[in-house]
């Protein structure tokens, strides 16, 4: 049976796991989350594997530019990095 990102749990972030859980962060993995969804239900059928990773990709390029802002906040108020 071919997984889809409602049904992938490793997709699924709960904020009371990480504390990580800003509102931005949360929008974040959303966002990757829907992506991710979409682009394996238009993804052919034949090669589960490839679609995955096609999809993962696209995923993960949704939020590549978010990610890369936010790090440099991130990393200045945290006080382990301090």
Do not use: K, N
């Amino acid at each position: 049976m071919r997984r889809t990102g409602e049904d992938s749990p490793a997709l699924r972030f709960e904020p009371a796991d990480d504390p990580l859980g800003t509102l931005a962060f949360r929008r974040l993995t959303d966002r990757a989350h829907e992506a991710y969804g979409i682009a394996l239900h238009y993804q052919p059928a034949e090669d589960e594997e490839a679609a995955t990773r096609e999809a993962m990709s696209h995923a993960l390029l949704s939020v590549s530019f978010g990610f890369a802002a936010a790090a440099p906040e991130r990393i200045a108020t945290d006080p382990s990095w301090a």
